[in-house]
């Protein structure tokens, strides 16, 4: 075991460690090589070597979302700690806790023209949970012990992303063997979730006296819900219960496609549909359709259960109600009645008809997105990892009922295309179970220095739906026959992923068509000793109709 010279280095490890924040994604720089030794220096550490920041930033943020305790993040000075950027703001808005620690120059040489200097003091002001400014020097030390204690404590409670900077000056790279600071680990006070009984009372009294009471479940981890709770949910005739693809909950009895369910509906359905009662739970919510439904049929009242936060998405909320959906639900339920009702009855005779009419339609159009994606969802293998990128994947994710032995997730925080593969790789490296990346070409090449790291595991598998350019710019309104559209919008390329594949030493292998797709399954899914990529071709100009249709088809 060897430590920096640096007390400052000391500090941080040693409260790291002692808080439990064990794994540390570092990127190579000068600057920071005190931090580096420290971690690296110590086998408690498990330390990982990512050169790309951005890719760095979101490999730990896919570590992160299945550890479900802060990883940190080491990098050198200047433009390297703008890279983070993306991933924090993904962390912020998900609740994926992340403490990036940046090196800096001490303060005498900031501002004054020096090499590699940016202003990184509170460079993520708007967010970030916490901001750390360390000082360097043994007569800080007490301050610097509070900054990082808080920082870590901010992270681990308030499930987020957190920044502490940290100045230090040459020489950087001195070792000793023994540390010369001892700092205490201050007690984390755990913040205890509430729900009132008066509130819960309040809530009960509107459910109590309606008929028509929906749920509508955001971004979940599997199995954040009792099974209790979903039998009881499900059960009751009043409820009904929306899920989408990344709420993994699911029961019969729920409506987990709901783009399928309401957008053949007329106004005469929507005020059918229109709750009394709305209870809303989980991250972001990716259906554009259900967030106009209830903002224009909306509710009598609006409750959003969530231990942090509640977003006024629909436009009528209530109250916030400060507790996890379990803790709620155990107190809530007891003092519910189930009411007479048709609500959940009348809509699972409609979900009924959309499946029938949802599998005909499946049979009548020629390979294109749609049908690829059906054919995806129905051979995934079971336990798996489900990893999907945004735009048209996690869109076209929401027309189908997934499986409910999969753990999906999606970056829904900010929704962006950017890191999509990184998080996937980083899950993947700490999941027990084989992880199926599904991807768009953009996204993928976007992000295609996620492939250059050397933590992907032998069993994930990456499928990439290759039509040629941004197919969703297709699909949303607008000119798609003008002159400019296939350069800025859909931006047409007729690259592959072949030779990226090779480069890194991927198993790859193409189809074109559902025929050819089947051939490919069995091979794909079977063990292997390296990761594999399948690249699926469909055709550009076609897929915005078939999916516009298929909601015409199934009224």
Not at 209 to 238: D, F, H, W, Y
Request: proline share 5%; glycine share 4%; charged share 20%.
């Amino acid at each position: 075991m060897q430590f920096s010279s640096k007390t400052l280095s000391q500090t941080v490890t040693k409260l790291c460690l002692d808080k439990g924040i064990d794994h540390i994604v570092i990127s190579p720089g000068s600057r920071n090589a005190a931090l580096t030794i420290g971690f690296t220096g110590n086998e408690s550490f498990t330390n990982f070597s990512i050169v790309d920041e951005r890719c760095a930033a979101f490999f730990a943020l896919g570590l992160a979302q299945q550890l479900k305790r802060p990883v940190a993040l080491v990098c050198t000075s200047g433009s390297a700690l703008l890279n983070y950027y993306p991933a924090i703001a993904e962390a912020y808005y998900s609740d994926v806790p992340l403490v990036i620690l940046s090196a800096d120059r001490p303060a005498h040489l900031l501002e004054i023209g020096d090499g590699q200097t940016i202003k990184q003091k509170n460079v993520f002001a708007n967010h970030i949970l916490f901001n750390g400014a360390c000082k360097e020097g043994d007569t800080h030390q007490s301050y610097n012990e509070d900054q990082i204690h808080t920082a870590l404590s901010v992270a681990i409670n308030q499930s987020g992303p957190v920044h502490i900077n940290l100045p230090f000056s040459e020489p950087l790279y001195k070792t000793v063997k023994t540390p010369s600071v001892f700092p205490e680990c201050q007690a984390i006070v755990e913040i205890q979730e509430t729900a009132s009984p008066a509130l819960i009372s309040e809530i009960a009294s509107h459910w109590n006296a309606s008929s028509k009471k929906m749920i509508l479940t955001g971004v979940l981890a599997p199995n954040s819900l009792e099974v209790e709770v979903i039998s009881q949910l499900a059960e009751n005739p009043s409820v009904v219960v929306l899920t989408e693809t990344t709420s993994n909950v699911h029961h019969s009895n729920f409506f987990p496609a709901i783009d399928q369910l309401i957008a053949p509906l007329d106004d005469s359905d929507f005020k059918a549909l229109q709750p009394e009662v709305l209870i809303t739970f989980g991250g972001m919510v990716v259906s554009k359709k259900i967030k106009k439904l209830l903002r224009d049929y909306p509710p009598k009242v609006h409750y959003h259960i969530d231990s942090k936060k509640a977003f006024d998405t629909y436009f009528c909320l209530t109250k916030h109600v400060p507790c996890s959906p379990n803790h709620f639900f155990r107190e809530f339920l007891s003092h519910t009645q189930k009411t007479i009702s048709t609500y959940q009855q009348d809509w699972l005779r409609v979900k009924n008809q959309r499946l029938q009419k949802h599998d005909l339609y499946l049979k009548e159009i020629p390979f294109s997105d749609f049908l690829v994606f059906s054919q995806l969802f129905k051979t995934l293998p079971d336990n798996i990892q489900l990893q999907l990128s945004n735009s048209s994947t996690i869109r076209y994710g929401q027309l189908f009922e997934m499986n409910p032995s999969h753990a999906v997730f999606c970056n829904r925080g900010t929704s962006g295309i950017d890191g999509s593969t990184s998080t996937a790789i980083g899950a993947a490296h700490v999941c027990e179970t084989p992880t199926v990346f599904i991807t768009g070409d953009l996204s993928f090449f976007y992000d295609s220095n996620a492939l250059w790291n050397q933590y992907i595991a032998s069993d994930f598998k990456i499928i990439i739906i290759n039509n040629s350019g941004g197919g969703i710019f297709r699909i949303l309104p607008g000119n798609k026959n003008s002159e400019n559209f296939a350069t800025f919008f859909e931006t047409n390329h007729c690259l592959t992923s072949k030779l990226i594949s090779e480069h890194f030493k991927f198993e790859y292998t193409t189809a074109s068509s559902i025929t050819d797709l089947d051939t490919k399954w069995e091979n794909f899914y079977s063990l292997s000793e390296r990761p594999k990529i399948i690249e699926i071709f469909t055709p550009s100009t076609e897929n915005d109709k078939i999916l516009l249709s298929y909601f015409d088809f199934i009224k």
